[in-house]
């Protein structure tokens, strides 16, 4: 790493210059960087493909708790708890009702549905942010479909 000739005061002091820039040219600048590289897009995109794992793997996991119904009554109330804090009261009702009938009647092809579905949408949550990573760095893909989509599928 290069050492600096400047001070640790004068380095300071050009951090907040800002390099000449008014600080409405930097935030035009940052914005106009915003607006072309879809930034909200790509992150309104990420947050959905996201959002949408989530259910499956409740469904995965709440039917697990069911074949294991001794341990799972303990999870599965811990579990609920924590969502009665941060969901509004009907939200959290409809929850609660949708998650006793899947408890109630879980079997192994629930278990197995759960899986394939989470796996699915983790893998395309996970397909999205390698396409976002890609265009913030402006690399175009250049592996093959199937490599893409079944890379997230991979564990270190």
């Given at each position: 790493m290069a050492t600096s000739k400047l001070t640790t005061k004068q380095q300071v002091e050009s951090i907040?210059?800002?390099?000449?820039?008014?600080?409405?040219r930097l935030i035009k600048n940052v914005w106009k960087q915003?607006?072309?590289?879809?930034?909200?897009?790509?992150?309104?995109?990420?947050?959905?493909?996201?959002?949408?794992?989530?259910?499956?793997?409740?469904?995965?996991?709440?039917?697990?708790?069911?074949?294991?119904?001794?341990?799972?009554?303990?999870?599965?109330t811990n579990l609920l708890f924590y969502f009665s804090e941060v969901l509004p009261p009907a939200a959290y009702e409809l929850l609660s009702k949708t998650l006793d009938e899947i408890t109630k009647n879980s079997t192994g092809g629930k278990v197995t549905l759960g899986i394939v579905l989470a796996l699915w949408a983790a893998s395309g949550g996970m397909t999205a942010m390698i396409s976002a990573l890609n265009q913030a760095y402006g690399v175009r893909e250049s592996r093959s479909w199937l490599k893409v989509h079944a890379m997230p599928l991979q564990s270190d």
């Open positions: 907040w210059d800002l390099g000449g820039l008014i600080p409405l915003i607006d072309e590289d879809n930034v909200l897009g790509l992150a309104a995109e990420l947050a959905y493909s996201y959002l949408l794992a989530i259910f499956p793997f409740l469904l995965f996991l709440l039917s697990v708790f069911g074949l294991f119904a001794a341990r799972g009554t303990v999870l599965r």
